[in-house]
């Protein structure tokens, strides 16, 4: 059955209405010189968002021009073409054609009504992106493009009164931005019913320092005020939970249109694709859903050209000639799950290298240092594609690092990527149920107060500054077998820091996927659930903040961004002073499932002037060990997939590696466990909870020789 594709017109033309200005203040820049990476990074990511959306809702003359523009801006970022009078202008026309088909979708008009894209605006476009420009300059080959067209939409001769849905549709808009207004006043009222219970604890103490005599007076109406308060607060958070449902929409008006695009797509590409989707039913945050499309369509895209093989491929596989493509989502608490995966052909992890290489990302010995899937994650840079040709569909290094962004940084989430060979990718992105409402824990470092959402805080602790131990200038933490970087949250802030640290030092274990960080704050003020208020204009370009909440009485605190945080925290790790570097650059292999313990390590043993390369389980251990030569192995013991103990007794089985040193880094204390790694062929056990940089070094530097 055909897809409807009517009900979806009014959140593109929403969508777009947001694209266009950032293109038309993009183009602007341009035009007065400043044509930096990220303005044309973000001038190419909405133009390619323009079109994939357009596609899905078969908007051609839309996506005819969007992907124009995006030939032109290409050329831009990679620099073969240089922003001049003549592009700039076509950039402005072709807008201005954007804009004029959304205003007509805006008034109701079908999409079959629009226009055909002009052919010479088009042609122009793509001609100015080639590297010569001899082509704009012959008006016989490419004329000169028509005047700019109009803003406002042509007039339409009257539509039948069927054509009213849509300015339904409006009205509804407009009463979902009244809710979520209605929901922002919700949460101001919640901060000062909160404050209402802070002022009853208060005065309750108050009666308590009263003689006996002088308390009944003053008992009463402390009962009557409590009894007050609690009365409202079934009735507030009824009311506040049930405005927050008609926020919530189900996920079925993304993956509806996204199973009908795989289909139409995969037929385009010449290849077979049955799409499955479990979980339609599953609610989502409205403006949550408003943002989903654009990744989802992304990673659509992303299986069908780079994943999924044509049917003479998969024969030759052993597998069924119709590849598939499985869209779920299941709700896990307060969050939802979203995964994609297909059963293609994976990634190519040499193929990841080669590109990274020959776009300059990383050293040849950078790369070698990279686990799996910090090779993996490298498709998520900017520019980044394996795809040697440019097709309409992909290979421009477009999209990926869209999905991150809006995935991690706009919608408060998270997004893990798997790939097996020969076998397919599946990517998972989990979800706040809600941007609007959320558990946040107040901190006060520095002398100000701020906010982190509870999702991303790991555990509280409190220890002394004596526990800490010193990897490579870094403090650090043994946190149940792995290490977690220490640093003051006023410090990242660049906020007044104590010159001693507090004993015992209070602290915030925060976490991003694998990282973890853990910040010293002042102390803990509460934790609740709290309205989440986006930033002002102004501010939404400050990297470690990701909206504010109000604690009432117009007291508003900024909400730190997690995964900001994590990234500069890297920023501050000290190499340590006065340490003469290793003569001899030995490489040593560091085998650990932990990405803190890997890192940490990692930066000790490059202080001291050995290479270092990582792996993140014993079977990435063993093929790397095998791949190539390496002088030391130190290895972990309890990982996924080959734990440490069976690593060393695979490496001692090789020639290569029956004589090179291999050192145990783990947090088993028991005589047996050591016992046991010393049988299968250890040279040295050290215990995590006991590990001092010292004597890792000093023991390298001993069986090395």
Known sequence: MALDIRRFIQRFVEEAADHLPRLREGISALEQGAADKERINELFRSAHTLKGSSRMLKLTPITAVAHSMEELLSAFRDGSQVPGPDSISLLYQATDALADDVAQLAQGASPETLAVADPVLCQALEAAAQPSTATLSNAEEAPEPTAPLPLSPPVNPPRPAGSATLALSDTVRVRLERLDDVIRLMGEVLSGHHHLHTLVEQAQALEARLPGDQRSAIHAFNRDLKDSVLSHDALMSDLHERA?????????????????????????????????????????????????????????????????????????????????????????????????????????????????????????????????????????????????????????????????????????????????????????????????????????????????????????????????????????????NEFVPVVPLAQLLDLPVADTLPDPALLVVVHQRQQKLALIVDTLVDERDMVIKPLPEHLRYLPLISGMVSQGRNALVSLLHVPALLERAKRHTLAPRGVEPSGTAHRILVVDDSLNTREIEKDVLEAWGYQVTLAENGRDGLNKALAESFDAVLTDVEMPVMDGFALTARLRENELYRHKPIIIITSREKESDRQRGMEVGADAYIVKGSFDQNNLVETLKALLG
């Open 244 to 480: 927050l449902q008609m926020r919530m929409l189900p996920l079925g008006v993304v993956f509806d249109p996204l199973a009908q695009m795989a289909r139409e797509l995969a037929q385009s590409l010449g290849k077979h694709v049955d799409c499955r989707v479990r979980g339609s039913e599953i609610e989502l945050d409205r403006q949550l859903i408003d943002r989903l499309s654009d990744p989802l369509i992304h990673l659509l895209r992303n299986a069908l050209d780079h994943g999924l093989e044509t049917p003479e491929q998969r024969k030759a596989a052993g597998k069924p000639p119709r590849g598939q493509l499985i869209l779920e989502a299941w709700q896990d608490g307060n969050w939802v799950v979203v995964e994609m995966h297909d059963d293609g052909t994976g990634i190519a992890l040499d193929a990841v290298r080669q590109k990274a290489l020959a776009k300059q990302l990383l050293s040849e010995e950078q790369l070698s240092a990279l686990s799996e899937q910090e090779t993996l994650d490298l498709i998520f840079l900017p520019g980044f594609s394996t795809k040697a040709m440019i097709t309409d569909f992909s290979g421009r290094g477009v999209g990926m690092d869209v999905v991150k962004r809006t995935i991690m940084d706009e919608l408060s989430g998270d997004l893990q990527l798997t790939s097996e060979a020969g076998k397919g990718t599946r990517f998972t992105l989990r979800l706040p149920l809600s941007l609007a409402l959320m558990r946040v824990l107040l901190i006060e470092a520095g002398n100000v107060t701020l906010g982190i959402t509870a999702p991303h805080v790991a555990e509280l602790v409190e220890c002394s500054p004596a526990q800490f131990i010193d990897a490579a200038g870094q403090p650090t933490l043994i946190l149940r």
